[in-house]
């Protein structure tokens, strides 16, 4: 036995006497390096009651391996203070709870934080316990966005790996997690592809007929037990939940819990936030032709936009001020169901958005805008001030219609009855109006990317752009909203090819003159030196950056011939005219002998 300041380690076997009794401590053969194992004792404080307990622990096969094990129980008995009795309790228990169990030593480090910090010290915390704990604690979040964290906790992150201590979570755990998404994304896509195909199928099948009766029964039966149809969870969705599992570390890592957030190390495919396109001629067609649309985020044009209005004008819709609005103001769904009648400044023609409708499942909330930027001042020309006037005297007369069972809501756009409009509805309403209008397909949100690309094209700066669509900053803006209108853009690229001359440019302009100075009298021979001359001058224009006007002067004065008596030299000759005669003078030439 061995007694040191760390505690008593002793060694023992199993061998016994003639007798069967055990040899312990006693055994002979104990001198022999090779033979028992060692145990350590080490005292603990006494427990609340005033008992004594013990850590111990055996089995080990050299004494320096005992001697290392007794030295971390007492650097963590060392966590306290001599004169911290309840914190030398904290950790005794924790010791002797171990010691029962036979675990292993918790790191120091790890002791070191939770102590600290007043957390548990026999707990061991899975992620899945962690990440309610910390949802809980997420006070200061929209419903929104509480719902889509909630989301990604519940379907993706505790089921794959809620089960795992947060301090053990690693790199490779995550892999796998992301790894098992994709993998159920193709078995979803499977499904859904096999459940649309039996739905396609039915839809062939007539209703009248015994024996079609019989084989829709049996289709619909067959529809029944397949899996209904899911969305995959892509790759926006994905960085989301590397996003939540992130936040939800960082925050364990504030607390001590961990030091390591392995969700900072995942590589995911890159993901891109679709750009809009806008509605052209050749992406109509393509549509019409496959149904499928070009983007996820679609434009229109302002031809576009304007045959909406005009439709919903000749519709006499309800709601065109609403539509009106959000097209050219680009307000969210949201801020457009919550916008108040006193939110609007009549005689400074301005509206202000403080307030918002969103849905939380299909109960609607009213929340501040979804940035502190988003609650904000817009300024309204003087036409949509017009439409916002005839918007609040249909709502007058709509509630002198319902008496007393129409509701002030007090909202400016609002439903029949005076009641909020759900933002819902509102979308699936969309929807019909523009299936009913003849126009390629845009969702309810993209009119506000159609109000910043008309804005973009009228060369309204992109700060200000930003401002009234309530971005925290422009390159938002830049990023997103920027679908430049097909005439803008080609405009754009006109004056940017003005800018430098070159051959192709001056062909054309060659082709332009030749075909106006064009004589039907003037044979082939003599239009192409006409057109030689007409080059030459373009040429010398360009080179010497001189007006072409002033070169054609120049060139026709030449040709207008010498002055009365001024001697002109052609081909060694002499030529002038005297009196209206013409003279012409030899000059000698030199004759080689």
């Known amino acids: 036995m061995t007694s040191t300041n760390s505690g008593i380690i002793t060694k023992r076997c199993g061998c016994r006497d003639a007798e069967g009794r055990q040899l312990n401590t ?55 203070d001599e004169d911290d009795l309840d914190g030398r309790i904290r950790i005794a228990d924790m010791l002797e709870t171990i010691s029962a169990s036979k675990e292993s030593l918790p790191e120091l480090d790890a002791t070191k934080r939770k102590f600290v910090t007043g957390q548990s010290l026999n707990e061991h915390m899975t992620l899945a316990e962690w990440l309610h704990i910390w949802l809980a604690g997420k006070k200061s979040l929209r419903a929104s966005g509480i719902k889509r964290y909630e989301t990604d906790v519940r379907v993706h992150l505790v089921p794959r790996i809620g089960h795992i201590r947060v301090d053990r979570l690693t790199v490779a755990h995550l892999d796998e997690m992301f790894a098992g998404i994709a993998e159920t994304n193709i078995e979803i896509a499977d499904a859904n592809r096999a459940r649309r195909t039996a739905v396609d199928e039915l839809k062939l ?15 619909k039966e067959r529809i029944a037990e397949m899996a209904p149809f899911r969305r995959v969870t892509g790759v926006g969705s994905q960085h989301h939940i590397k996003a939540t599992l992130r936040a939800a570390l960082n925050v364990a890592i504030a607390r001590g819990l961990i030091i390591f957030n392995a969700a900072e190390h995942v590589e995911l495919d890159s993901y891109k936030r679709p750009k809009a396109l806008v509605w052209t001629e050749e992406r109509i067609a393509e549509w019409l032709r496959t149904g499928i649309r070009p983007s996820p985020v679609m434009v229109w044009t302002p ?16 709601l065109y001020g609403l539509f009106h609005l959000t097209t050219f103001r680009g307000l969210r769904r949201g801020e457009a169901c919550g916008l108040r009648r006193a939110d609007r400044n009549r005689a400074a023609k301005t509206l202000t958005v403080a307030t918002q409708l969103v849905q939380d499942g299909w109960e609607v909330i009213e929340n501040a805008p979804k940035t502190d930027s988003g609650e904000r001042v817009i300024d309204l020309d003087e036409y949509t001030d017009v439409v916002l006037d005839d918007q609040e005297k249909r709502q007058e007369v709509e509630a002198l219609a319902y008496g007393e069972a129409w509701t002030d809501s007090g909202r400016l756009f609002a439903m029949e ?91 054309k302009a060659e082709a332009e003159f030749a075909e ?76 080689p002998a």
């Open 26 to 80: 006693t055994c002979p053969k104990l001198e022999d390096r090779y033979h028992g194992l060692y145990t350590l004792i080490q005292e603990l404080p006494p427990r609340a009651d005033g008992t004594r307990r013990r850590f111990r622990r055996s089995g080990f096969e050299t004494k320096t391996a005992a001697q290392n094990e007794i030295n971390k129980a007492r650097a963590l008995l060392d966590i306290a």
């Open 516 to 591: 106006a100075t064009a004589d039907p009298r003037l044979d082939p021979v003599a239009q192409a030196s006409i057109n030689l001359l007409v080059a030459k001058i373009l040429e010398a224009a360009e080179r010497d950056s001189r007006a072409v006007e002033e070169l054609v002067q120049v060139a026709v004065s030449g040709l207008s011939g010498p002055k009365d008596d001024e001697p002109t030299e052609r081909n060694g000759h002499t030529s002038a005219t005297h009196e209206g005669a013409k003279v012409i003078a030899f000059r000698p030439r030199r004759v």
């Open 205 to 219: 099948i007539p209703h009248k007929g015994v024996e079609n009766r019989r084989r829709r029964k049996a289709m």
């Open 303 to 318: 031809e576009q936009a304007a045959q909406f209005l005009d439709f919903l004008a000749d519709l006499k819709e309800r």
């Open 417 to 507: 009855d005076g009641s909020p409009i759900h933002p819902g509805w509102l979308t699936d309403y969309f929807e019909r109006l523009v299936e009913l209008s003849g126009l390629p397909p845009i969702r309810l949100h993209d009119l506000r990317h159609v109000a910043a690309s008309l804005m973009l094209a009228a060369g309204v700066d992109i700060k200000i752009v930003s401002e009234t669509l309530g971005h925290s900053e422009s390159r938002i803006t830049r990023d997103i909203y920027q679908s430049v209108m097909p005439r803008a853009a080609r405009e754009a690229a006109e004056a940017t090819a003005a800018m430098v001359p070159h051959a192709g440019q001056r062909a």
